[in-house]
């Protein structure tokens, strides 16, 4: 069965501290897609980034950071130099591909939240 | 701007009433989703559309219904036999091109929805 894992309930950190949010997933499937998403207090998901399971790329976007690991399933998350405007919460997300009626599907995991102090 | 709109952002409804939720697109997606979520947990699928009059359900789909007439609108529908309505109701929609099935979504501002 599919499953995302966020160990991290919530994590504290005090500005301009590096900080990584752990993802684990579980598939059977060899294709699959696997997400990040931002939820700031306004509620809307914010979409960060979208990794396929043949791409273990490491990925840098600003501050920004992303581990694949297809060895250990893991999918994990890095800001560097956190700012409190990272205060959210961040969710990790699982789509297999597969038939028509199956796409877009999301697997979610339970969210760890974010919360940089001044 | 595009984006997805939906309203209200906050509901209340006494228990045993139904109540519609509205979730309106105007990114010209064909996708469209409805995702529930509780504190402490992440979101889980009630229902997806991919294209217009067609829709199938998520893994919580008991005790609600939508419709798609229209590509730009997925409403949803808590009716009173949803045993837990209370929580906090996610609308999104994703392109649905060629082969690229796993588009990101794009997600609307919610509706809080408390019932007593």
């Known amino acids: 069965a599919q499953k995302v894992t966020q160990a991290q309930t919530e994590i504290s950190v005090v500005e301009k501290e590096d900080v990584t949010l752990d993802c684990v997933y579980e598939t059977r499937d060899t294709t699959y897609y696997l997400f990040w998403y931002k939820q700031p207090p306004s509620g809307e998901l914010v979409f960060l980034i979208r990794r396929n399971s043949f791409d273990e790329q490491n990925e840098i976007s600003g501050r920004y950071s992303w581990n694949f690991q297809k060895s250990t399933s893991s999918f994990n998350f890095t800001i560097t130099a956190s700012q409190v405007v990272d205060s959210a919460v961040y969710f990790c997300?699982?789509?297999?591909?597969?038939?028509?009626?199956?796409?877009?599907?999301?697997?979610f995991g339970q969210g760890t939240e974010l919360s940089v102090k001044p | 701007d595009g984006g997805i709109t939906q309203s209200p952002k906050y509901l209340f409804r006494k228990e045993g009433q139904n109540v519609t939720l509205s979730c309106e697109q105007n990114?010209?997606?064909?996708?469209m989703y409805w995702y529930r979520q509780d504190p402490g947990q992440g979101l889980r699928l009630i229902y997806y559309?991919?294209?217009?009059?067609?829709?199938q359900k998520g893994d919580i789909a008991e005790g609600y219904s939508v419709s798609r007439e229209k590509k730009e609108s997925f409403p949803l529908t808590v009716t009173s036999a949803q045993k837990n309505p209370t929580a906090f109701y996610l609308c999104?929609?994703?392109?649905?091109?060629?082969?690229?099935?796993?588009?990101?979504?794009?997600f609307g501002n919610g509706t809080r929805l408390t019932v007593t």
């Open positions: 999104a929609s994703s392109m649905v091109a060629g082969e690229d099935y796993n588009s990101p979504l794009h």
């Open positions: 997300a699982l789509s297999e591909v597969g038939f028509y009626n199956q796409g877009g599907k999301l697997i």
């Open positions: 559309s991919q294209i217009v009059n067609d829709f």
């Open positions: 990114l010209n997606h064909d996708a």
